[in-house]
């Protein structure tokens, strides 16, 4: 079945008490079993809940996924795929990686024994340099959040399992409806579900998926075991938000691609990124494995301070953190989602604006921006 259908169809099958068409809420913690040990495949909600399954059978077919585990956050998600690490063995991330998991390897894991190096996007052609045999786990995301850099996951993948790592791609941005990465041989892909699975800006979640067995096997352990699960009501958002996502998306990119082509004529904008404008240079590698180029948008501002003031005359747009949601958000990453790596070097800059493109009529969007975007005297007079 192609992707809407399975969307809307896939782990939700009528309820079998009811005959309910949408998967129900199952609040409860508990579950009686038959005798000892005997019950209907759920004994106790940390460990599994009927919602929450439904989630997990979604999402991992959306992914082309044997196997989807559901946790209560993308740092949640992100926390267990780290325990897949040994103290002592090495982490390879994409150097503009989000500011949050930036801030857990060095702030938590880093003093712990763990090895992080950190490659800037436009080195990972040359990934294998920076591998060897103590690598255990290469971490990418692409786009990559805040700069969207690109980077080639099949090429990656087989760099990373020359050494015999895994290779874990974010695809918070992407989504399964623009790019699969496990069909480009990914071994792990991960996601805060909060954004544009979720959908509506009125939930947090995450989730991992994976066709490997083993990798499988110790992630439903680790997701029982270290509880970072979410409720049944915050699994029916996320499962919810789901159904509408293709459209959603196309909208998304849409807007996103109006945006950021007129932003990129406009005199007071220093630079775009976004990987559908074809001078981006990670254009032709997105054009290959992406069915298209996603919701996000990132430009320079002329200066920080301007780029603080621009986020604080918008209107349409909102100052808020997070993103894929229905509504247009903008933020100034590098004292906001990114502060944690102000002092690192490959800190996020201080004049970048980042937009969440929503799905609102472009043409408010783009007159929000042209409001926003008034020369320095004008804002001030």
């Given at each position: 079945m ?18 309910a ?40 077919s ?31 991330l994409?150097?503009?990686?989000y ?13 712990k ?13 040359n ?5 060897d045999?103590?690598?255990r ?29 895994m ?33 509506h800006?009125?939930?947090?979640g995450?989730f ?35 159904k ?5 998306m ?71 953190e ?12 590098a004292l ?22 929503g ?23």
């Amino acid at each position: 079945m192609h992707f809407e259908t399975r969307a809307i169809h896939d782990g939700q099958e009528p309820d079998p008490a009811t005959g309910a068409v949408t998967v129900p809420i199952y609040q409860t913690s508990t579950f009686v079993q038959d005798a000892v040990g005997v019950h209907k495949g759920y004994d106790y909600a940390r460990v599994a809940n009927p919602t929450r399954t439904a989630l997990q059978e979604c999402l991992a077919s959306l992914e082309s996924a044997d196997h989807g585990i559901a946790f209560s956050s993308g740092l949640g998600a992100t926390t267990t795929l780290m325990h897949l690490v040994d103290p002592g063995q090495r982490v390879v991330l994409i150097a503009d990686v989000y500011g949050g998991v930036y801030r857990m390897t060095s702030q938590v894991y880093e003093p712990k024994g763990y090895q992080f190096e950190y490659v800037p996007a436009d080195q990972f052609a040359n990934l294998r340099e920076h591998l060897d045999e103590n690598t255990r786990m290469v971490w990418i995301e692409s786009p990559s959040n805040p700069l969207l850099n690109i980077v080639d996951i099949r090429a990656a993948a087989d760099a990373a399992h020359e050494v015999g790592a895994m290779l874990v791609v974010d695809n918070t941005f992407a989504t399964p409806y623009l790019q699969r990465p496990l069909e480009l041989g990914a071994d792990v892909v991960v996601h805060s579900t909060t954004k544009y699975l979720g959908g509506h800006s009125d939930t947090i979640g995450g989730f991992a998926a994976t066709n490997d067995p083993t990798i499988a096997e110790r992630l439903y352990f680790l997701q029982k075991s270290l509880g970072a699960v979410p409720g049944p009501f915050d699994s029916w958002l996320v499962l919810r938000g789901i159904k509408t996502l293709a459209v959603r998306m196309r909208k998304h990119c849409e807007n996103a691609m109006a945006i950021a082509a007129w932003l990129d004529l406009h005199p007071r904008v220093e630079r775009v990124f976004y990987p559908g404008l074809p001078t981006h240079p990670g254009h032709t590698i997105a054009a290959h494995q992406m069915h298209d180029f996603g919701g996000m948008v990132s430009f320079l501002a002329e200066s920080e301070r301007e780029a603080v003031a621009l986020v604080a005359r918008t209107k349409v747009f909102q100052l808020a953190e997070s993103l894929g949601g229905v509504e247009s958000l903008i933020e100034v990453p590098a004292l906001m989602t990114h502060a944690s790596t102000a002092n690192a070097p490959f800190a996020a800059p201080r004049n970048l604006v980042r937009l969440s493109v929503g799905i609102e009529a472009v043409e408010d969007l783009v007159s929000d921006l042209d409001n926003a975007l008034v020369p320095a005297a004008v804002a001030r007079a």
